[in-house]
């Protein structure tokens, strides 16, 4: 009696749905995923009810923290500094979506007026206040 040797099949794993599957999940976690611009300073800002709503666009910000501490664009500055990068970057803000100052809700009001008439004086002619809007 003659056996037939059969040659050794080496074993095949198809990875076609291990694919699909993963092609979901990251298709899942995209869509589910919110990208919130965060600020380098903790800031609560003020809420308002009647105020309008701002087009998000590519803006530079300017965030004051409740302690005075200042940052531009992510980049902490003083006073000095701040009328200094406005200056280097006044045509593309006034070309652009302007400038957001998000201030802190306990700032004082002659702190923001301090900031806000140095803005003035470098020159940018478009900017914004953020609030958040309270519930109705």
Known sequence: MQFTDHPKRRPNINITS?????????TFF????????????????????????????????????SNGEMSFDGVGVDKNSLVARL???????NAGSGLVLRADETISHG???????LIKGAG?????????QSGK
């Open 30 to 65: 995209l869509v589910t995923t919110s990208f919130i611009e965060q600020s380098a300073l903790k800031i609560e800002l003020p809420s308002t009810e009647n105020s309008e709503t701002v087009k998000q666009e590519r803006r530079f910000v300017l965030d004051m923290g």
């Open 111 to 117: 702190n923001v007026m301090t900031i806000l008439d």
């Open 87 to 93: 200056k280097g970057a006044i045509e593309e803000i």
């Open 18 to 26: 291990l694919i699909d599957v993963l092609f979901l999940l990251l």
């Open 124 to 132: 940018v002619r478009k900017f914004v206040i953020a609030t958040v």
